[in-house]
């Protein structure tokens, strides 16, 4: 089947803008996960999902940063009033759960702010 | 909290030959997974190899093994016959079992030499 897939591509925005990113986890995926990479790092997590709910959203900065998934597949990333520091690729993987810990990756967004 | 270093920024291996890229990490918890993740400049974070703590044996996938030395907490990646389409960066991840989070290092730049 299909892997995980995230849109856009890629996504420039003026600061101060409003932007929305995309995940389409694998089919049957019951966890989903946003990770944040920034140039030259490793990536760093957001936000978990387990079904419909965020189980763990410790990692997401501040308020401005928002994400869910209604219907426990497709979920969005949602960052408002956007900084140049939010400069950087966003990431969504998804798990099947239960005793698996692996976790398959999009090929995620690059968001760049100007 | 777990942490997760890479000591090698980059490094280079001439095509068939060995390299091995290392990986250590520090933490509390007694059940737990680490992988390995290749990222080309696709961005596609592909999954490597896995080892699962409670297990004593190395893990090994076609031309990718792992020396996995529990106590050290050190989880070293060999890759022999290197290849050229080996070329990406290289992250080691850590997950435990009461958690979900994968926590990264920050990566290993493998350049594989005609």
């Known amino acids: 089947g299909a892997g995980v897939s995230q849109t856009p591509s890629n996504k420039v925005t003026e600061k101060g803008k409003y932007v929305e990113l995309r995940c389409d986890p694998i089919?049957?995926?019951?966890?989903l996960y946003w990770y944040r990479q920034s140039l030259g790092q490793g990536p760093e997590f957001l936000i978990y999902?387990?079904?419909?709910?965020?189980?763990?959203d410790s990692g997401l900065p501040n308020d401005r940063f928002f994400a869910v998934r209604p219907e426990g597949s497709v979920s969005t990333l949602k960052i408002q009033r956007t900084e140049r520091g939010d400069s950087a690729v966003y990431l969504c993987?998804?798990?099947?759960?239960?005793?698996?810990?692996?976790?398959?990756f999009g090929p995620g967004t690059r968001l760049t702010v100007t | 909290a777990q942490t997760v270093t890479q000591s090698q920024p980059e490094m280079s291996v001439q095509e068939a030959e060995t390299v091995t890229l290392s990986c250590t990490y520090d933490?509390?918890?007694?059940?737990?997974?680490l992988f390995w993740y290749k990222q080309p400049p696709s961005r596609q974070m592909i999954l490597v190899i896995r080892?699962?703590?409670?297990?004593?044996q190395n893990a090994t996938e076609n031309r990718f093994s792992v020396n996995f030395q529990k106590a050290a907490k050190s989880f070293s990646l060999k890759i022999s016959d290197s290849q050229l389409g080996d070329t990406a960066m290289y992250f080691c991840?850590?997950?435990?079992?009461?958690?979900?989070?994968?926590?990264f290092g920050e990566g290993t730049q493998l350049t594989v030499n005609p």
């Open positions: 089919s049957g995926h019951t966890a």
């Open positions: 933490t509390s918890e007694n059940n737990y997974y």
């Open positions: 080892q699962e703590a409670y297990k004593q």
């Open positions: 999902f387990q079904g419909t709910g965020a189980a763990d």
């Open positions: 993987a998804s798990r099947s759960g239960g005793s698996s810990y692996e976790q398959y």
């Open positions: 991840a850590f997950v435990s079992t009461s958690g979900s989070r994968l926590t």
